[in-house]
């Protein structure tokens, strides 16, 4: 067993702010190790935090879920059955992602601290560990990486020829402007954060209207609809529906 203090787990959170991104969705975390009990009780302490957290057992399945889920941050053990943690970072971080990564050996060594953090790596852990320290040490790495993104961060969002700017509220497709309310702006932006990832009903009532009018998912269907006919209109689509899951908006290149 790779834990110490098991019990870390039930430290109540609820003592400390949620973590969280700026526009109130959760945190997504890759955790990746080939013992499922060491994953199932990572997981389970990560959710309680109120992250969105997905595992992957090997390094090629961990690549592509690098690729899909765009983590905040990956615990990722140095050795995997197919491909090493060493080589999963470094094509990591040859796709362009600068995800917090927090290695997990069972080597104690020097050297084997220096190789992952001059890989790229952030921080590391030496199993057996304990889950508290493990979250503590995810939670500053991530609160990190969000504030050096912050600092260096474009107010323009960009999605194919699609601009959106979020200090002038200025919105654009190509050459032209497009006008929108406040709340189309909004799940605008909503959907620009999160490009080519589905996004239910349910998600976008929290994070856009808070389920202040009541939670009726007609009103998203009602905006989206609004939405298509500014930014569509004329043109290829980029507001795609998702059959039984929700909305997701993607390059139309």
Known sequence: MSLTRPAAADASPQSR???KHPDGSPIRVLVVDDEPTLTDLLQMALRYEGWEVKTAADGRHALTLAREFRPDAIVLDM???DIDGMQVLS???ADGQQTAVLFLTAKDSLEDRINGLTAGGDDYVTKPFSLEELVARL???IRRSMLTASEEEDPR???GDLVLDEDSHEVSRG????ELTATEFELLRYLM???RRVLSKTQILDRVWNYDFGGKSSVVEIYISYLRRKIDAGRKPMIHTVRGAGYML????
């Open 17 to 19: 702010p949620k973590l």
């Open 79 to 81: 050795m995997l059955p």
């Open 91 to 93: 094509r990591v971080r």
């Open 139 to 141: 939670r500053g790495l």
């Open 157 to 159: 969002l960009v999605v």
């Open 175 to 178: 050459d032209d402007q497009i």
């Open 193 to 195: 954060r999160n490009p």
């Open 250 to 253: 993607k390059s139309a290149e």
